[in-house]
T-cell receptor, first 112, second 114 residues
Framework: EAQVTQNPRYLITVTGKKLTVTCSQNMNHEYMSWYRQDPGLGLRQIYYSMNVEVTDKGDVPEGYKVSRKEKRNFPLILESPSPNQTSLYFC???????????FGPGTRLTVT | AQTVTQSQPEMSVQEAETVTLSCTYDTSESNYYLFWYKQPPSRQMILVIRQEAYKQQNATENRFSVNFQKAAKSFSLKISDSQLGDTAMYFCAFSLSGNTPLVFGKGTRLSVIA
């Protein structure tokens, strides 16, 4: 089954404690991206990757890191989380940005 | 930078009626792609419809159709014969050709009332 998986689905953590949200896709897609969704703001892109070892900043990259060492995986790293990073996070993959994005189920992150 | 505006934060429609969700965008490019995504209460993001700017014909998917007005930079979504399962957040999105970032609007929350 074609899918994008994210883990964990829910996470409550404290300010400053490093965390990683994993993302994996099994469709051999080249394009992957991370979004955060906040009420009244829609989805905003954090980082995207056009292929292995190629990543670029989206609209709201501050406080986040990503890596793309393998085509299927695109983890999101928060080195020192802060309360303003409390949000719903989505990973997505596609053949390219101009094509249908396949979204993961989302990760609800709360930073206290 | 490209922007996408959805001017209706919330809408409601009676079951079996037709509703239109508005979306406008701003770009100086001529070749681009437009999307409508649906997010039901399950939070899963689902593609509803996709339109290529160079195609003049409006895209249609069953009860969902778009009114694409390139000169006006407008891309509205029409839902016919609304069903309770259409209750969701709807996001309009824009992408240039190639692997440039996808830009989303802030969304319209649609409630279908029995």
């Amino acid at each position: 089954e074609a899918q994008v998986t994210q883990n964990p689905r829910y996470l409550i953590t404290v300010t400053g404690k490093k965390l990683t949200v994993t993302c994996s896709q099994n469709m051999n897609h080249e394009y992957m991206s991370w979004y955060r969704q906040d009420p009244g703001l829609g989805l905003r892109q954090i980082y995207y990757s056009m292929n292995v070892e190629v990543t670029d900043k989206g609209d709201v990259p501050e406080g986040y890191k990503v890596s793309r060492k393998e085509k299927r995986n695109f983890p999101l790293i928060l080195e020192s989380p802060s309360p303003n990073q409390t949000s719903l996070y989505f990973c997505a993959s596609s053949e390219a940005a101009a094509y249908e994005q396949y979204f993961g189920p989302g990760t609800r992150l709360t930073v206290t | 930078a490209q922007t996408v505006t959805q001017s209706q934060p919330e809408m409601s429609v009676q079951e079996a009626e037709t509703v239109t969700l508005s979306c406008t965008y701003d770009t100086s490019e001529s070749n681009y792609y437009l999307f409508w995504y649906k997010q039901p209460p399950s939070r899963q993001m689902i593609l509803v419809i996709r339109q290529e700017a160079y195609k003049q014909q409006n895209a249609t998917e069953n009860r969902f159709s778009v009114n694409f007005q390139k000169a006006a930079k407008s891309f509205s979504l029409k839902i016919s014969d609304s069903q309770l399962g259409d209750t969701a957040m709807y996001f309009c999105a824009f992408s240039l050709s190639g692997n440039t970032p996808l830009v989303f609007g802030k969304g319209t929350r649609l409630s279908v009332i029995a």
